[in-house]
């Protein structure tokens, strides 16, 4: 059974910074892509990036494009969200994800494609 822990949430101001963290308790994270994804109240959960098994291929939300950093060490088995300039619409609970995959350079967009999830982190960013 494969568990995913995030971290790093919490209240900042409108144009701050926060890093996300999702430890991953799997014997080989490496096999993993990863992605994270965030769930504003009364919406839906929506894709924020995605990133393939070995790190080399990442994809953005348009609307997290330049602002945030999806990244992982495969040695650590933990998965970062690096945000910026963050935004009051950024304010929702953020989840990371895993889908086992034997593909490289391959990430994953859509959240039914994921296999396991974390129980997130609630981000709230004051206006």
């Known amino acids: 059974q494969v568990q995913l822990v995030e971290s790093g949430g919490g209240l900042v101001q409108a144009g701050a910074s926060l890093t996300l963290s999702c430890a991953v308790s799997?014997?080989?994270?490496?096999?993993?892509?990863g992605g994270w994804f965030r769930q504003a109240p009364g919406l839906e959960r929506e894709f924020v990036a995605a990133?393939?098994?070995?790190?080399?291929?990442?994809y953005y939300a348009d609307s997290v494009k330049g602002r945030f950093t999806i990244s992982r060490n495969n040695r650590k088995n933990t998965m970062y969200l690096q945000m910026m300039t963050l935004k009051p619409e950024d304010t929702a609970v953020y989840y990371c994800?895993?889908?086992?995959?034997?593909?490289?350079?391959?990430?994953?967009?859509?959240?039914?494609?994921?296999?396991?999830w974390g129980q997130g982190t609630r981000v709230t960013v004051s206006s």
């Open positions: 990133i393939s098994f070995s790190g080399d291929t990442s």
């Open positions: 994800a895993a889908k086992k995959t034997y593909s490289s350079g391959i990430y994953y967009s859509d959240p039914g494609q994921y296999d396991y």
């Open positions: 799997a014997r080989t994270f490496g096999i993993y892509a």
